[in-house]
């Protein structure tokens, strides 16, 4: 378990070291968070940084500790109106404690993770997981959430 909070730590404390230097070079790097209730994590806070790709576009890293484990994860997300709606597409390692809700505890998963928001940044997130470890089963997950 302190494992995984070493692991989000160091991804929040890389993302805050790349968002001082991108930074000072001009780049138009921004910090990202959102706020997801679901399965397994129950409640957690997702935060890190973006980069614009395209257009329309933003390239992201972030952590995300919450009551069941913690996910870190690396994506693409577009705003695709003018109200907050958006997609996200995001490739997630996830690991599961003791308190995970309807998973099982002390696992890791790998997978992706596919998140829409159709007013307002308020959407729902799904994702499907193939477990790292051999023996066990994979893992479908989903929540709800506001921003990223």
């Known amino acids: 378990m302190n494992s995984g909070r070493h692991?989000?730590?160091?991804?929040?404390?890389?993302?805050?070291?790349?968002?001082?230097?991108?930074?000072?070079?001009?780049q138009q790097v921004t910090a990202v968070g959102g706020v997801h209730y679901g399965v397994p994590l129950k409640w957690s806070a997702l935060l890190g940084i973006g980069a614009p790709l395209a257009r329309e576009g933003t390239a992201f890293l972030a952590g995300e500790p919450g009551i069941g484990g913690w996910r870190v994860s690396a994506g693409y997300s577009r705003m695709t109106?003018?109200?907050?709606?958006?997609?996200?597409?995001?490739?997630?390692?996830?690991?599961?404690t003791q308190r995970a809700w309807r998973a099982p505890a002390d696992k890791s998963y790998g997978g992706l993770e596919l998140q829409y928001s159709p007013l307002f940044a308020l959407g729902v997130r799904i994702g499907a997981f193939a477990s790292l470890h051999s023996a066990a089963r994979g893992l479908l997950t989903g929540d709800i959430g506001f921003a990223l």
């Open 81 to 96: 109106g003018t109200l907050g709606a958006g997609l996200s597409i995001r490739a997630s390692l996830l690991r599961t």
């Open 7 to 26: 692991i989000v730590s160091s991804v929040l404390f890389a993302c805050g070291l790349l968002f001082q230097s991108t930074e000072a070079g001009g």
